[in-house]
Structure formats: C-alpha cells, structure tokens
C-alpha cells in the first residue's frame, strides 16, 4: 500500500500523486500513469543530488523562474521600460498565490509554463511577421517548449499540434521547417511512447480505467458509510480492487488513493468497458 511521505518541511500542494511520481523515481519503476518524462526530470533528476521532496521543488522553481526571465526579457523587448518589468516581476513573485504553486509538484504546473512560454513565441511571431522563428536559437526553445508541453501531460500534444498548424498557415518563412518538425516529432513520439515504454517494461496509462475515479469514488462513498451496496456491487468491486483497499484508501473527495493503493486493476475495466 502507498502512503504519503510529506513532511511539514516539504512543499506547498503535494499531492497523492506526487508522490506516487516520487515513489517512482526512487524505485526506478515507472508507468505512464503520470508522464514518465515528467518524472524522470521533475523527480528523478533532483533526487540523483538530494532524495527528498524538496530538491524536487527547487529544481521546478529554477525552470519556472527561467522561464519568468524570459517573460521578463520579452516584456523589456517590446512593451515596458526595465523599470516597469522590475515591478512587474515584483508584483508576480511576491503573489502568495504564485509562492505556493511554484513550489507545489503537481505535473500542471510545469505544463501550464510551457504553455505560457509557447504562448509568448507565438506573440513574438506576430510581433515580427515571423521573423523570430527564423533563428536557430529560438528554433530550439521551440523544440524545448514543445517537448515539454507534450511530454508533461498527455493531452499537451494537441496544443502543441494546433500551435504548430497555425504557425504553419500563417508564416511561410517558416513553413518548410515547421512542417519537417511536426511530422518528426510525431514520429518520435510514437516510438518513444511505443516501442521504447515496451523495451523499459514503462506500463500505459491505464485507458478507459484511467476514467473511471468520479463514479467508483461514489461507489466507494457508499460502501465506506453504510450504504445499500448488493453481493452483485460487492463481486464487481472485488474484480476492480481488494475491498480492503476500498476500505483502508478511501477518501471522500478523491478516488487516487484506491487507484494507486496496489490492487486496482486497469484490465478488468477495461475489458468491461461497453460503449
């Protein structure tokens, strides 16, 4: 069974599922149940200095406050005076709304920046009819951004992909290695996600049973407060997980804690799914 590790020392807004990517990385056994890149660099790799949720905070505050500087140069380049963009960043890294969440490791957050930096690039493009794709420079932070937005959550390669479609329709200087990039990177990420998980033993993501946590967790409300739950309720939950697993990790609001308490099984759901 997984419990939770936090500490009054560690960070703001830990999750079951940070440390379930945790527990990952320090185990080396990974699933696609959390982006297995997102683990491997927001937990893996601070953990190879210092095993401790709190290397992994600091590391994820460095790669937001990169990006920060970067938002800050391109509010210096084309809006405000440095006077004003000091302010501007004062004003940001002061909001006790921002403090908690830089620190907090939930995968959201690094994909959210990557969201806003991809979202700054697509300004600069229009800024500069286009001109800034043209550099290899920025040809690479495109690269990176787009990595990471497809690579921290799942369903980041459909930003990424209209991103990149609208870059292509509205910037023909462009188009040729634009192009080149999309249908690339798809191929690579077919073969990462395909038969480069299959090599590392790297389980999916769960498919349909990844979906299920809102009905089952009401499911598990009523079993946890005596409910009418029948022998045909019963047997079902029995195939999906133990019983003492609905019992010892339920928790009202979150069905996590039952998913990720070692029992849960993602075939049967699977393969009782009907459309």
């Known amino acids: 069974a997984m419990t939770l590790s936090i ?7 830990l999750t079951i599922d940070s440390d379930n990517c945790f ?12 982006p297995v890149f ?8 601070p953990s190879l200095f210092y095993e401790g949720f709190i290397s992994c905070s600091i590391f994820q505050c460095i790669f937001i406050s990169l990006i920060l500087l970067y938002f800050c140069k391109f509010c210096r380049k084309y809006f405000l005076s440095m006077k004003h963009t000091v302010i501007l960043l004062l004003f940001i890294v002061s909001n006790p709304v921002f403090l908690k969440y830089a620190s907090g490791l939930i995968k959201d957050i690094p994909f959210s920046y990557c969201i806003f930096l991809g979202t700054i690039f697509l300004i600069e493009n229009f800024i500069t009819n286009g001109e800034w794709m043209l ?11 787009c990595f990471g937005t497809v690579f921290f959550r799942h369903n980041g390669i ?8 609208f870059l292509i329709i509205f910037y023909p200087k462009s188009r040729k290695f634009l192009s080149i990039f999309l249908v690339s990177f798809l191929i690579i990420r077919a073969i990462i996600t ?18 299920l946590g809102v009905p089952l967790n009401q499911i598990a409300y009523i079993y946890n407060n005596n409910g009418t739950v029948t022998d045909e309720n019963l047997e079902i939950m029995k195939n999906i997980a133990k019983l003492s697993s609905w019992k010892n990790h339920f928790h009202p609001t979150s069905f996590n804690n039952i998913k990720m308490g070692g029992s849960y099984n ?10």
């Open 194 to 211: 395909g038969p480069v998980y299959t090599s590392f033993d790297i389980k999916g993501n769960g498919g349909f049973g990844e979906m």
């Open 7 to 13: 500490k009054w020392s560690d960070p703001a807004a």
């Open 266 to 275: 993602y075939n049967y759901c699977n393969e009782h799914y009907i459309d």
């Open 135 to 145: 550099s290899t420079k920025n040809k690479i932070l495109f690269i990176l951004m």
């Open 38 to 45: 997102y683990t491997l660099i927001f937990f893996k790799l």
């Open 158 to 165: 459909v930003n990424m992909i209209l991103m990149t479609i």
């Open 23 to 34: 527990n990952q990385a320090i185990t080396n056994t990974y699933s696609d149940w959390h």
